[in-house]
């Protein structure tokens, strides 16, 4: 069985069991989180999309803050003198799925 779950703004492709880094998330270490606005389930053939679908995603942190790798923006005006150089690093959480119920 699988579900599509909209995580912070994204769609996730989950299954139970599976591990994944999703955009950071309110919580601790060992926290259960629950999802539910799931957009769409497969259970072995039984499909259920839109208004039609009654589940819930659960789902424990195992990890609460992981940075992402650094993203440099750098603009630059040629022969003008003009030079900026930002950078961030995003956050994620990694989290386990427990259960598609």
Known sequence: MFAVVK???QQFRVQAGQSLYVP?????????VEFS????????????????????VT???VNDLIQGDKVIAFKMK?????????????????????SIA
């Open 7 to 9: 995580i912070a703004g």
């Open 24 to 32: 950071h998330l309110q919580g601790k270490t060992g926290d259960k």
């Open 37 to 56: 606005e799931v957009l769409f389930t497969d259970d072995n053939g039984s499909i259920a999309s839109g208004a039609g679908v009654k589940a819930t």
């Open 59 to 61: 789902a424990e942190i």
């Open 78 to 98: 040629r022969r003008k003198g003009y030079r900026k150089k930002k950078g961030h690093r995003t956050h994620y959480t990694q989290i386990k799925i427990q």
